[in-house]
């Protein structure tokens, strides 16, 4: 490269730097300091590169709910419960606990179930129609919720299950539509 073309490279840069830190200082800058046609002009040069929205980290769930579990082992059957209560309650003391990974982990499995219904067409509120139950038995959320049941029946007891029963209790917060979802027993 010429000692011309270097000049003129180095200048260039110069110039970008100048340009991208003057656009990132007048972006950030409050509205009462900024000149604002500068902040129209920066804005579609900073808001791609640096713009976040934090539904990025912590998306906002479409619904909220709940499982109610019925265990059936060989010599007895449980009452419908909810394997969770115990852990929301002492989360809202004990916030640092392993008892937030309990809600967290209910709640991702609402949503896993949710995003199957959608996908498989399945409203709220509907059972699952008998011609989609083995194409649900291959969904993320009936082998997650699966395995979150059997380590519930095995925390319950030592026995093995024969086999549980499992009902989502759903509500869309955008829509307000609340509802429940039979899922198809687990055997084993």
């Known amino acids: 490269m010429s000692e011309k073309n ?3 490279a180095g200048w260039v840069a110069f110039l970008f730097v100048v340009f991208h830190l003057s656009a990132i200082f007048i972006f950030a800058a409050p509205y009462q300091f900024g000149w604002q046609p500068a902040k129209r002009f920066v804005n579609p040069y900073v808001t791609p590169l640096f713009q976040q929205d934090w539904s990025m980290f912590a998306p906002c769930p479409y619904v ?13 059957t449980t009452d419908w419960f909810y394997p969770n209560d ?30 199957d219904m959608v996908e498989l067409g399945i409203e709220i509120g509907e059972p699952i129609p008998e011609h989609l139950i083995s194409i649900y038995k291959d969904t993320r959320s009936w082998n997650l919720i699966r395995k979150y049941v059997y380590g519930v029946s095995k925390n319950r007891s030592e026995r093995e299950p024969i086999q549980i029963k499992v009902i989502a209790e759903l509500h ?17």
């Open 6 to 8: 270097k000049i003129i």
């Open 172 to 188: 869309n917060v955008i829509t307000d539509k609340s509802g429940e979802l039979e899922l198809p027993t687990f055997k084993w």
């Open 64 to 76: 909220e709910g709940k499982l109610r579990v019925k265990i059936i082992y060989e010599d007895e």
């Open 86 to 115: 115990n852990a929301k309650k002492w989360h809202r003391y004990l916030r640092f606990s392993h008892h937030g990974d309990l809600v967290i982990l209910e709640t991702n499995l609402m949503h896993f179930v949710y995003m």
